[in-house]
């Protein structure tokens, strides 16, 4: 065993111990019938992505869980893999493209799909790699792509189905339409701002009245696709022009005045214009007016834009090809010198923008694919407010549930090649194609011929379904589905899913829905059938993780400059010190405050815990004894004394409450336990505790005890550790004891709590011999005495029990407080120039004669209220100008608040300081 470095190298540990662990298999899961599953399914980054520190705190979170469940003897698999990610992906491969001078189209869809396959190759597994850095124990053996050809196969069964069923559909739609992209996104891709802009007020001559219908809009470009303009049903105002028609200016339309319910009559004239090609509610608008009249006076939708949001062919000339915007100003411009502008406005109001690329999305009416929500959503909704599927916070519930009550119809094709081709043909045959032959033929491959015409021309639709498509079968597809085989049987329903709720629609609602609506066909492990929703649903708790934010509370991001690179925090600080850190700063359901600064938590601890081993060590070295770690029973039961007692209670008591954090989700809590008992109960109290008996008058044979329970105590420490602080705890593990080549602390046994060994009265007369210390130590503090001097200490409790314990215990405040006589007081009287303080309700007296120059203390003592005094009255003078209260930015004007607080504080401590002297 080759000797423990003096300062611990992070770098060092994780090149080592990383390659160990994969080369023995211990990421690795396979179905074990004598173990209970316990599965995660790492939400898939996408193959353009790189890590960022929200994917350090999902994946850390996740390693935690996963690294717990394997040491308590689960047959854990973490299902890793990374996601196609279409339009991202797309783009990045055109962008290269465009430097070369060419676009996609100059190669065509199949050599471009051969490019993008290249880049994928070659760029693709960043992000795995940057995960591996960070120490994630995912079975990378199982690795899956979400257009592999397992998952591929997966998409096309799904999608037939749900065709087969009736759920999915093609049809003209208003949909989100993204200019830059040239592809539909569904609702959930668009993200809405505040916008400053105007409301034009458009006048619209009515035929054979000398009057105008006049509308607001804030966007007049879209008039030239008016097919209507609507009032409210009960508006008194415009009874007398329903049924009447106007001229649509610069277009020279007439079209109808007509009534619907939806028309606010508030907002603006209480008229609006109706334009069903661009506006969703317009759509719906025209569909209950075409269902009212029937199959005369239809009113057809008009599309004016191309798929640049360019004005088409079905505008007056002048603005074809112009962009929507610039075609704005000349509408605008063109309706004032007409004289049929009556007024502008300034208004706010959302703007939806594309969540990748953020241009304006044009509500756009196309053919497209949906698949219909609600059938689905009833039951995915019943399993969470049932409880089936538990969100951690709860606070979630309600998100998800107004989301699923209010849920719309899932826009599926997108207007890209990359991506699943949708498994639809279409017959082009000849003159003797029969009507039939326009319904679409659903495939996984390609029909030999068209069943109703016998042509062998068919052709495969164009567009590719929507990235989440394949993303929402991600729990069972990566397990084999559809084919029923052992490792679905086994694995699934997954246990936790570790996700942002930014998501919780995206992927999370879908998940369940996807799960619900397939996988009771999929046998148990033992044949029987999946009859309990518990055992169909995808996975049985949903931990949502904090938003990350830099220490002003602003969103990370590249523009703002604020956003760090994990891998060289890692480099930095070392893997386990992020790790740590970024969950000891993100409390379950708040944003966690980040900077890199903080990383110092992490470090100081991994340097803490390095520390307290190499004591350990090289004490096992001096007692020159190779097998000196005790077992379970003789650590709890020879020769103890009360830091014994009490660290043994402390360690159980810890096991327990960590393992309780754990279950009930609370990560933040499990660090602050792991942080109390690690640096506090064990480092700097037990530690410090048994060097009297190390280096003391005991036998070697108690010595060796002694050491070995301090030992063992550490080695169950290293355990609670691990999930959180993997390398450290691994390399101080290998040297603690002869290990064999394959030993590894990842596949140790996770610590038990044992019941015998909390011993809450060990632990309450501990914590009073720990005050009485502590308060002792402060004393010498304050008052500035040397750290080598001896002093005495005189007790006045009245509960004799109390003044026992100090007596007794008098050589742990001889090795801890430099205390070497203590005495009662006698005859109440307190001792002169003594310093005093009160513990538990008894007082403790340091006579200070002859150990500090107690004129020369009061004196600086004096010089430092005076100072304190001053800067006091300063800030508080600052604090009531309230030229600066009202002009200081908030965070400066909180800042002389707290220094205001602080002095006030040491101004009370130097006063008592005084007194006591």
């Known amino acids: 065993m080759s000797e423990l470095p003096k300062a611990y190298i992070p770098k060092d540990a994780e090149e080592k111990w990383y390659p160990f662990w994969e080369k023995h298999g211990f990421f690795h899961a396979k179905v074990n019938p004598q173990k209970k599953p316990y599965t995660i399914v790492i939400p898939p980054p996408n193959i353009t992505g790189i890590l960022t520190m929200g994917h350090v705190l999902n994946n850390t979170i996740q390693d935690i869980f996963i690294r717990w469940k394997r040491m308590q003897g689960y047959e854990t698999l973490w299902m890793p893999g990374t996601d196609h990610a279409g339009i991202a992906t797309q783009n990045v491969v055109e962008r290269e493209l465009l430097k070369q001078g060419k676009t996609r189209h100059d190669l065509g869809r199949e050599v471009f799909l051969k490019r993008v396959w290249l880049w994928k190759e070659e760029y693709g597994g960043t992000i795995i790699e940057q995960l591996r850095k960070l120490g994630t124990s995912c079975d990378w053996q199982r690795e899956r792509f979400t257009m592999d050809e397992g998952l591929s196969e997966a998409v096309q069964e799904i999608f037939i189905r749900l065709y087969n069923k009736g759920l999915i559909y093609r049809g003209k739609y208003i949909i989100n339409w993204c200019p830059k992209d040239h592809t539909a996104i569904s609702d959930d891709e668009v993200n809405f701002a505040e916008h400053q802009t105007n409301l034009w007020y458009i006048k619209y001559p009515i035929k054979d009245l000398k009057e105008y219908a006049v509308v607001a809009t804030t966007r007049p470009e879209t008039m030239l696709g008016d097919t209507a303009i609507a009032v409210h049903p009960n508006d008194k105002r415009y009874k007398h022009l329903v049924g009447r028609t106007t001229i649509l200016p610069l277009a020279n339309r007439e079209i109808p005045i007509i009534t619907d319910e939806y028309v606010d009559p508030t907002f603006g004239t209480g008229m609006v214009k109706v334009t069903p090609a661009h506006d969703p509610n317009d759509y719906w608008i025209g569909q209950r007016h075409n269902a009212r009249i029937g199959q005369r006076h239809q009113m057809v939708p008009i599309n004016i834009l191309d798929e640049s949001a360019r004005l088409n062919e079905n505008v007056p000339q002048k603005y074809q090809g112009m962009d929507h915007l610039d075609a704005r100003k ?4 063109d309706l004032e010198a007409l004289g049929l502008l009556e007024k502008t406005a300034p208004y706010v109001h959302n703007v939806g923008r594309c969540y990748r690329c953020d241009t304006i999305i044009q509500p756009y009416l196309s053919d497209q694919w949906f698949v219909k929500m609600k059938p689905l959503a009833e039951k995915a909704l019943k399993v969470v407010v049932d409880g089936k599927i538990k969100f951690h916070p709860e606070q979630w519930v309600k998100t998800y549930q107004h989301w699923m009550t209010n849920i719309r119809d899932w826009c599926i094709s997108r207007q890209l090649w990359w991506g699943h081709r949708i498994p639809v043909w279409y017959c082009v045959g000849d003159v003797a194609c029969k009507l039939e032959c326009k319904q679409p033929l659903v495939s996984k491959t390609k029909p030999e011929k068209c069943p109703h015409c016998g042509s062998a021309n068919l052709r495969q639709d164009e567009d590719v379904l929507d990235t989440w498509f394949s993303s929402w079968l991600w729990p069972f597809s990566t397990l084999g589905w559809p084919h029923d085989n052992p490792d679905l049987r086994y694995f699934y329903p997954t246990d936790t899913l570790v996700t942002g709720p930014d998501i919780i629609f995206f992927w999370v609602a879908r998940m369940i829905m996807a799960g619900l609506e397939v996988m009771g066909e999929i046998s148990l492990p ?35 400059g604020n956003s760090p690179d994990p891998l060289d925090v890692m480099r930095k600080y070392g893997a386990d010190a992020l790790r740590f850190t970024i969950v000891y700063l993100a409390p379950l359901g708040q944003d966690v405050l980040y900077s890199n600064e903080k990383c110092e938590i992490g470090r100081n601890f991994a340097n803490k815990i390095w520390n307290a081993g190499r004591f350990l060590l090289m004490n096992k070295e001096q007692l020159d004894s190779s097998s000196v770690m005790l077992s379970d029973s003789e ?3 020879k020769h103890l004394d009360l830091a014994d007692r009490w660290i043994l209670s402390r360690l159980h008591s810890t096991i327990g409450d960590l393992n309780e954090a754990l279950e009930h989700f609370e990560i933040n809590q499990a660090t602050k336990i792991l942080y109390e008992f690690v640096w506090h109960d064990f480092c700097d109290w037990y530690v410090e505790m048994i060097k009297g008996r190390l280096y ?13 329970r301090a030992i063992w105590i550490f080695d169950q420490t290293l355990r609670l550790l691990h999930p959180f602080m993997l390398f450290v705890t691994e390399e101080l593990w290998q040297h603690i004891e002869q290990r064999k080549p394959d030993d590894s602390l990842m596949v140790a046994q996770f610590p038990m709590k044992e019941d015998r060994c909390i011993d809450k009265e060990t632990e309450a007369e501990m914590t009073f011999v720990q005050n009485t210390i502590n308060s002792v130590r402060n004393v010498r503090g304050e008052l500035s005495v040397p750290p080598s001097k001896d002093i005495e200490l005189i007790i006045n409790f009245s509960d004799k029990a109390k003044a026992e314990t100090i007596k007794k215990y008098q050589s742990y405040f001889q090795r801890l407080a430099r205390v070497t006589k203590i005495d009662h007081l006698r005859d109440g009287k307190k001792p002169k120039h003594a310093a005093s303080a009160v513990v538990d309700g008894g007082e403790v007296f340091i006579p200070l004669e002859g150990i500090i120059d107690l004129e020369a203390e009061r004196t600086r003592i004096q010089k430092e209220i005076t100072h304190a005094q001053s800067m006091l009255e300063s800030t508080q003078k600052k604090l009531a100008n309230e030229s600066f209260v009202g002009k200081a930015p908030k965070e400066v004007v909180e800042k002389e608040r707290e220094k205001l607080e602080n002095f006030k504080t040491i101004l009370e401590k130097l006063k008592k300081n005084l007194e006591r002297l």
């Open 526 to 560: 033992d044949g029987s059938p999946r009859t309990r929703v518990e055992d169909i649903v995808p996975f049985k708790d949903v931990y949502f993780t904090s938003i990350i934010r830099d220490i002003q509370g602003r969103k990370m991001s590249k523009s703002l």
């Open 635 to 637: 650590a709890s039961e």
């Open 330 to 333: 000349e509408v605008v411009k």
């Open 696 to 708: 003391g008058d005991e036998t070697t044979e108690v010595k060796q005890f002694v050491l070995g």
